[in-house]
């Protein structure tokens, strides 16, 4: 089997081993990993946060609140403003394994807004729909965020993947 170190905030389900790891754990394999439940409004909390670096970015954070582990699967989608269309999710951003978390861990997604005040469009509402999804990119519930003061966006705007720590979802 592979091995991998464990980041802290989750475990990759699947990916690439680490043989330089000082603590190695095994890792499922990609077909147990597609079992894993989804996180989800009912099973995990979402929350949104300002964050210093990088400028004009937010922080999205999901907890696993439940009894058993579930997978952050692929990026959430939001809604600023109840719009129709999703924010875009940056590709790029898309890492090697699914993020999954153990009960009280947590995953992060970067939201890029590019957008500053007289640039860009100030966000309408103060609220964003953050939608969960399965292993197969469908729906499994929404959340609704209260968002910081002042947020603008801009059709640059972006969110990440689930990723298992803060700084790589800040990073692009």
């Known amino acids: 089997p592979e091995t991998q170190t464990v980041p802290a905030g989750g475990k990759h ?3 690439n081993g680490d043989s330089r790891a000082k603590k190695p754990e095994t890792a499922p394999n990609a077909e147990a990993a597609a079992s894993i439940p989804a996180c989800t409004p ?3 909390t979402v929350k949104v946060s300002s964050v210093s670096r990088p400028i004009n970015h937010l922080l999205l954070t999901v907890t696993n609140t439940g009894s058993k582990d579930c997978a952050a699967y692929h990026a959430p989608f939001l809604r600023f403003d109840d719009a129709q269309a999703v924010y875009p999710i940056l590709d790029d951003s898309k890492p090697q394994a699914v993020v999954v978390l153990s009960p009280g861990e947590k995953a992060y997604a970067g939201i890029g807004l590019l957008g500053q005040p007289g640039e860009g469009e100030p ?3 103060d609220n964003l ?3 969960m999804v399965d292993k197969n990119n ?3 519930g929404e959340a609704t965020l209260k968002l910081p ?3 603008y966006t801009d059709s640059l705007g972006f969110v990440t993947y689930w990723q298992s720590d803060v700084e790589t979802a800040l990073m692009f």
Do not use: D, L, P, R
């Open 13 to 15: 389900a699947g990916g």
């Open 123 to 125: 966000v309408k509402s």
């Open 138 to 140: 469908k729906s499994k």
């Open 42 to 44: 009912q099973n995990s």
């Open 129 to 131: 729909g953050v939608i």
């Open 149 to 151: 003061a002042e947020t």
